[in-house]
């Protein structure tokens, strides 16, 4: 993913842009580990800590082992554990005496559908272009559609991804209404319910554990680990190669043996997974971080990444941008870090601050850009004073593949490590 990245803004930029993805990966992993860790200690009454060191030492073996291969083809049984443990555990939850009908509760006390408060539309918006745009950028996501045998493939495994991530997230929605529909009291659960005693975050596999036989609710653990294991094992993947190839081969040591940039590719993978083990195991706001780093990728990321396959922007303009979408973001204020806001957005945090940042970086970006490029090209700057060489007099540079670049097709997964565009210009061609 950012190769094109590196090719139009220069090397070193390009690493710069690789911290908000670096975040958006880790935090990531450390997450759902921290969320599968509270799954087992709800329903096996297991250790949070084993729980999450044994996780990531499995997704981390199979991933230093096959590569993209063993993700992906373990993708795709996960896939399938997933859809099948949780409609398995729905119609037993639906049917628990202590259940009410989720169509009456719906609109009804605890009316789990809710209502629409105007004063946050703001921030429903902001939350809505942050999940749509946001959610592009990421390696995890180029990783594979980059690696089909086509552009047309590449096309249609994305839509269908679309489409099935509507049908995977039916099961979380009517476990979450089944839940607020459910008198706890009648349950060995008891009293306070989950919502009044705060602990939402575990609801999954608190109704698998009250609401559902023993052997269904092991089929939903299941699902759950799953579905951890599938976004670990991708998520660690995608950092490491994306660390070996943008930041160690192509800003440091472009000229890597294929064997140094396996190793480093191996030991890039173990210390994503310890890194993300740690913060599962020791930072009570992991999903808080994910947060803030997912704001990055879509106010700092997304306008540099749509502008240089698109648009023509430099270094210039990208350094610019880079500030100003930081500064108007943190501008906003973070709640969970007590970061208090320094801008005075018009109705605080309803108002959609992280798309102003992001249009805004957008924008700098473009104007800078131009600016620049309009200086150099008139003559009105010398060529000399290009310091970032851009090489702005001659048109700038291209995001076109040097003749020296492997080709996607041309892409060695050796000693079980994968190395889909992520290795040096001397790797060989071998059959995929």
Request: aromatic fraction near 12%.
């Amino acid at each position: 993913m950012l190769d094109p990245l590196q090719r139009k803004l220069g090397r070193r930029m390009g690493g710069l842009l690789y911290l908000p993805a670096l975040l958006g990966e880790i935090f990531w992993s450390a997450a759902i580990l921290a969320a599968l860790g509270g799954t087992l200690s709800v329903i096996i009454d297991l250790d949070i800590r084993i729980s999450v060191i044994v996780s990531a030492c499995i997704a981390v073996l199979y991933t230093l082992v096959g590569g993209l291969y063993s993700v992906a083809y373990t993708d795709v049984v996960q896939l399938a554990c997933i859809f099948i443990g949780l409609w398995l555990s729905i119609p037993f939850a639906f049917t628990h005496p202590a259940v009410s009908d989720i169509a009456t509760t719906a609109y009804h006390s605890p009316n789990w559908l809710g209502t629409w408060d105007i004063s946050t539309t703001g921030l429903w918006i902001d939350s809505a272009l942050l999940l749509i745009f946001g959610g592009i950028p990421w390696q995890v996501y180029f990783q594979r559609v980059l690696s089909s045998d086509s552009a047309a493939h590449a096309q249609i495994l994305s839509f269908v991804a679309a489409f099935g991530c509507i049908a995977m997230s039916a099961p979380s929605i009517l476990i979450g209404a089944i839940a607020a529909s459910t008198d706890w009291n009648a349950t060995g659960y008891g009293l306070p319910d989950p919502i009044t005693k705060g602990d939402q975050a575990n609801i999954l596999p608190i109704v698998l554990q009250y609401l559902t036989p023993v052997a269904v609710s092991f089929f939903g653990l299941g699902a759950v680990s799953a579905a951890v294991m599938s976004s670990a094992d991708s998520s660690i993947l995608s950092a490491s190669s994306m660390f070996t190839r943008n930041i160690y081969n192509v800003t440091f040591r472009q000229k890597a043996s294929e064997k140094e940039l396996i190793w480093v590719m191996r030991f890039s993978i173990f210390a994503m997974g310890a890194i993300a083990t740690v913060l599962a195991l020791t930072v009570g706001s992991v999903y808080a971080l994910w947060y803030l780093s997912s704001d990055f990728v879509f106010v700092i990321l997304f306008p540099q990444f749509f502008s240089v396959l698109y648009l023509d922007p430099n270094t210039y303009g990208s350094i610019v941008a880079f500030i100003v979408g930081l500064v108007l973001r943190l501008g906003g204020g973070e709640p969970a870090f007590n970061l208090k806001p320094f801008i005075p957005y018009p109705g605080g945090n309803n108002f959609p601050y992280k798309t102003l940042a992001m249009v805004s970086s957008l924008v700098t970006l473009l104007v800078v850009s131009y600016f620049v490029r309009y200086l150099f090209v008139s003559g009105i700057l010398p060529a000399k004073y290009d310091f970032l060489e851009c090489n702005l007099a001659n048109g700038g540079r291209g995001i076109e593949r040097k003749k020296t670049d492997v080709p996607p097709e041309e892409i060695e997964m050796d000693h079980g490590v994968a190395n889909d565009s992520f290795v040096g210009e001397n790797v060989v061609k071998t059959a995929l």
